[in-house]
Structure formats: C-alpha cells, structure tokens
C-alpha cells in the first residue's frame, strides 16, 4: 500500500507560479508511472502530467511549455511547477501512480492504483 500526500496549492493571480509536491509513503519510482491529474468545478477529471519511470515526461496539450513534472527519488517525492498559470487551471490537483503512464494522462480511473486527498489551485483575473 502507497499513502501519496499532496501540498504546495494556493491563491495566485494569473501569470502567477506554484509548485506542488506529492509525498509518497515509499518508494514508487521503480514501479508506478508517477503523474497528476486535477479537476476543475464542475468538469471531469482530466490528466495534467507523467514522468515514467524511465524519466519520460508527457504533458496534456493546454499545460505544455507552462508546466514541469519531476520527481526526487531518494526522497520518494513527486513535483509540479507550474507557471504562468491562468484562471482555467484553477482545479484540485491530484497526484496519481499508475502501472502505465496513459491511465493518469488520459484519466482512465480502473487503471489507477493510488491517488492522494488533492490540494486546491486556484488563479484569479
């Protein structure tokens, strides 16, 4: 069993920056597909970013040049930094593993094995 514990979310104004951090209970890096997944009021969830655990990074479309995902693996922890962040980001971000990466990209839930409680984000105009 993996515990994964989110922190890092906050108020910003658009243009503004973050970087979420995901505790993980032990080791994941060697096994899970490591990513985040985050859903906004009144939408589905929808996959934000992976790193693989090869290092392989991928992003959705509307993140990409905005956002990095990296881990630090011997402090078993997940990051990330988000930047110039506009009022549709605005979501609770959830840090996910995953035996592959496309189950957290593309929200696939049956395929996720553990997920954290969530921090909330939220850009203002």
């Known amino acids: 069993q993996v515990q994964l514990v989110e922190s890092g979310g906050g108020s910003v104004q658009a243009g503004g920056s973050l970087r979420l951090s995901c505790a993980a209970s032990?080791?994941?890096?060697?096994?899970?597909?490591m990513g985040w997944f985050r859903q906004a009021p009144g939408k589905e969830r929808e996959g934000v970013a992976t790193?693989?655990?090869?290092?392989?990074?991928t992003y959705t479309d509307s993140v990409k040049g905005r956002f990095t995902i990296s881990q630090d693996n011997a402090k078993n922890t997940l990051y990330l930094v988000m930047n110039s962040l506009k009022p549709e980001d605005t979501a609770l971000y959830y840090c996910?593993?995953?035996?592959?990466?496309?189950?957290?990209?593309?929200?696939?839930?049956?395929?996720?094995?553990?997920w954290g409680q969530g921090t909330q984000v939220t850009v203002s105009s």
């Open positions: 032990k080791d994941t890096y060697r096994t899970y597909c």
């Open positions: 790193i693989d655990t090869d290092g392989t990074t």
């Open positions: 996910a593993a995953a035996s592959f990466c496309g189950a957290v990209l593309f929200y696939e839930a049956p395929y996720i094995t553990y």
